[in-house]
């Protein structure tokens, strides 16, 4: 798969019924990989079952969010010697099978990061109505910010360099880290390709996006990106390979 390390991170909250088989699963794939569960004060047995399966567990006092729990990942990845740094969700929806097609994406394509993407790959999971609409407007929106190809900008699995992690834990938002994120990077400089992976239906549990959370999502992101779009944009920007 690769010559370097690779450190996956799972971010994690109130996800104690769902980490045995998504670490089980990684165990099977014979990945040659070290594992950390980001455990973001769940209130659960999320961090006791990472344990359990061999994981390396940090844990916050309280709920800092997603963005929090990555970059509390990212500060960790760059203090070790991994060379490449895998993000998945704890939920199932993604699938360890899949983390070699992103690590080989990342080093055919010459990359800092490696999105997976399942508007390329055929079969497999398929969001729901609204939040597939909101996957394509954001996309849509991405493809004008960047003048990049861009299928699916809220998925959430991928694989990155350390020249990606040691920009990402300084300009990770703790909640929406999503489309801005996307942009950000490529206004400094650092190219984003996208892979083809297929995933999974949530395994168990709700997702975060609940509640009135979607509705607070859209605007927020927007507010982002604007901030994101006004940052100077790197002289040596990449330039994707002939």
């Known amino acids: 798969?690769?010559?370097?390390?690779?450190?996956?991170?799972?971010?994690?909250?109130?996800?104690?019924?769902?980490?045995?088989?998504?670490?089980?699963?990684?165990?099977?794939?014979?990945?040659?990989?070290?594992?950390?569960?980001?455990?973001?004060?769940?209130?659960?047995?999320?961090a006791d079952v990472a344990r359990e399966r061999g994981a390396a567990v940090i844990s916050h006092a309280t709920n800092r969010g997603y963005g929090a729990a990555l970059v509390t990942a990212y500060?960790?990845?760059?203090e070790g010697d991994h060379d490449v740094i895998v993000q998945m969700d704890a939920d199932g929806q993604h699938d360890p099978a899949q983390i070699a097609n992103l690590v080989e994406g990342l080093a055919?394509?010459?990359?800092?990061?490696?999105?997976?993407?399942?508007?390329?790959?055929?079969?497999?999971?398929?969001?729901?109505?609204?939040?597939?609409?909101?996957?394509?407007?954001?996309a849509w929106l991405g493809?004008?910010?960047?003048?990049?190809?861009?299928?699916?900008?809220?998925?959430?699995?991928?694989?990155?360099?350390r020249r990606a992690v040691a920009f990402l834990v300084k300009n990770t938002p703790r909640d929406f880290p999503d489309l801005n994120v996307l942009v950000a990077l490529d206004r400094a400089g650092l190219r984003v390709v996208e892979v083809p992976v297929t995933m999974r239906d949530r395994r168990s549990g709700?997702?975060?996006?609940?509640?009135?959370?979607?509705?607070?999502?859209?605007?927020?992101m927007?507010?982002?990106?604007?901030?994101?779009?006004?940052?100077?944009?790197?002289?040596?920007?990449?330039?994707?390979?002939?």
Do not use: W
Not at 31 to 40: A, E, Q, T
Not at 206 to 219: A, D, K, T
């Open 1 to 46: 798969m690769t010559s370097g390390r690779v450190l996956v991170i799972l971010p994690a909250y109130r996800e104690e019924a769902n980490l045995p088989g998504v670490l089980d699963e990684l165990a099977a794939s014979r990945l040659i990989c070290d594992v950390l569960v980001i455990d973001d004060g769940s209130p659960d047995r999320s």
């Open 75 to 78: 500060h960790h990845a760059l």
């Open 108 to 138: 055919r394509e010459s990359a800092d990061v490696a999105l997976g993407s399942r508007m390329l790959a055929g079969g497999g999971h398929r969001a729901s109505l609204p939040r597939l609409v909101g996957i394509h407007v954001f």
């Open 143 to 161: 493809r004008r910010l960047t003048g990049r190809p861009m299928t699916d900008p809220t998925s959430g699995f991928a694989a990155m360099n």
């Open 206 to 220: 709700q997702s975060q996006l609940r509640g009135i959370r979607p509705l607070v999502y859209g605007p927020k």
């Open 222 to 242: 927007l507010v982002y990106l604007a901030q994101v779009y006004r940052s100077p944009r790197a002289e040596n920007r990449r330039r994707p390979s002939p």
